[in-house]
């Protein structure tokens, strides 16, 4: 079968049906019900899902509200495919509706529409193909939708306790040829409990999620602060950032405006929070000042550890990094940096961890998901590298990233596309696309590795 022509046939529908998934805004939220426990468009995301399913005629499940599957075909062994259709905030700085679904120059744009929607209707499209051909499976396969993977992978904590842990399995989250390698993620707390007395600074905010880098950072501080006020202009412009200085009732509001971009690489992104601390750290006095010097001189221009010493790096992932993706300062309260740590595969985690110590911060460990890896001889590996092959002609070298994908919590699966080597990594940035072609190309290599692995030739 001509997988690509077939994928190509579907592309309206594909691009229809994205569109209508982009257009539920499914970030987590705190206002949950019983049978929306991550929020209610986090929930429509999940129905629409489990209705197309429903639809097509496949078996489908919800499994606690938080999860749920479309299984077709026959056999003993089971296939999985791990989707999520939750997505990260939208933050700032974009120039098209994040939900809007806007096609423009052979791009998708939309919030999820690489990280995961868009991977995930490619999959689904797949599906359909081999459906719709009548192919005769020689497995079952599900397609595994989650909702939870931006933040704790709760959702899939919860299916897999009452649901089957699929033989092989791969999640269309990350980047083709095949991932087999992923670091371990580990969030770091460095928290401070003096009373925090400062006669300048009286609060200082940024980022909201570990696995992003803070786009945004604000601190408020005692005075007008007229004499800072260029100088924090110039510093902006020396680091081609954009910042913005307000009066409020004797006090003064400085907001500085970084770059978003996914912890798995911090520089790949400006981080806001780290960049206000560094025009900070040398006009402030006490537990004020030394909260921004920590966060300065600990993170600025160092996303590796080297000043934490903690830093590693192995042949098989990688460099370990450091994203410090939640920075809090109030007076008169603990004063925090939330970090999201990704740990090269042979990392000697609890061997660092144990002894580390610092002078004025305590280090808690608030979670830890060890590395994953699939042996690269593994059959199910060398049937993934054949179609990747036939479908692109290009080489499917096996990589290692510092992103977390559903495949940690596989008993054997890897992450299997689907960013093509080349293509710029715009997860959890401003104006996020998914290329179109590649997207019907993906489409076509999902088709024919089920084909490969679960159906009769």
Excluded at 42 to 53: P, R, T, Y
Excluded at 129 to 151: C, N, Q, W
Excluded at 161 to 183: G, L, S, V, W, Y
């Amino acid at each position: 079968m001509d997988w690509q022509l077939e994928a190509t046939k579907r592309k309206e529908n594909i691009l229809s049906e994205l569109q209508e998934l982009l257009a539920i805004p499914s970030v987590l939220s705190n206002e949950t019900t019983p049978t929306a426990p991550f929020g209610k468009e986090v929930k429509q995301a999940l129905d629409w899902f489990l209705e197309k399913g429903r639809t097509e005629g496949y078996t489908v499940k919800n499994v606690g509200d938080v999860a749920g599957h479309l299984e077709i075909g026959q056999g003993e062994e089971l296939l999985g495919i791990l989707g999520h259709v939750d997505v990260v905030p939208v933050g700032e700085g974009w120039t098209r509706d994040p939900f809007g679904g806007e096609i423009h120059n052979g791009r998708l744009y939309g919030r999820g529409a690489i990280d995961d929607k868009g991977p995930t209707i490619a999959a689904w499209a797949a599906l359909n193909i081999l459906k719709d051909a009548g192919v005769e499976f020689t497995k079952r396969v599900r397609l595994i939708i989650g909702t939870d993977e931006e933040s704790e992978f709760r959702c899939m904590e919860r299916y897999f306790q009452t649901e089957e842990m699929p033989a092989i399995a791969f999640t269309p989250d990350a980047d083709f040829p095949i991932i087999n390698a992923e670091k371990g993620i580990a969030s770091l707390v460095f928290s401070t409990f003096s009373m925090h007395e400062d006669a300048i600074l009286e609060s200082f905010i940024a980022g909201h999620r570990t696995n992003m880098v803070p786009d945004k950072a604000t601190a408020i501080l005692n005075g007008q602060l007229a004499e800072w006020q260029e100088d924090f202009r110039a510093f902006c412009k020396k680091h081609d950032v954009t910042g913005k200085v307000e009066q409020h009732n004797g006090s003064t509001e400085l907001t500085l405006n970084g770059k978003s971009a996914h912890a798995m690489e911090p520089e790949d992104g400006i981080n806001a929070g780290v960049l206000l601390a560094v025009f900070l750290k040398d006009r402030l006095e006490g537990d004020g000042q030394k909260f921004v010097e920590f966060v300065a001189d600990t993170f600025y221009k160092d996303s590796r550890g080297r000043k934490l010493g903690l830093d590693f790096t192995d042949e098989q992932s990688g460099d370990t990094t450091f994203n410090a993706g939640i920075i809090r300062f109030e007076k008169k309260k603990t004063a925090m940096i939330t970090v999201s740590m990704r740990y090269s595969i042979s990392y000697p985690f609890k061997e660092k961890i144990d002894t580390y110590q610092l002078k004025d911060f305590v280090l808690d460990i608030a979670s830890n998901s060890p590395p994953h890896y699939v042996d690269e001889n593994d059959p199910f590996i060398k049937t993934l590298q054949s179609a990747y092959e036939n479908q692109t002609g290009e080489k499917a070298n096996l990589i290692a990233i510092g992103g977390g994908t559903y495949a940690r919590v596989l008993d054997k699966g890897v992450a299997f596309g689907m960013l093509f080597p080349g293509e710029p990594d715009v997860a959890h940035q401003a104006d996020e696309f998914v290329d179109i072609d590649n997207l019907i190309k993906a489409t076509a290599i999902y088709a024919e590795a089920i084909y490969q692995l679960a159906c009769k030739k």
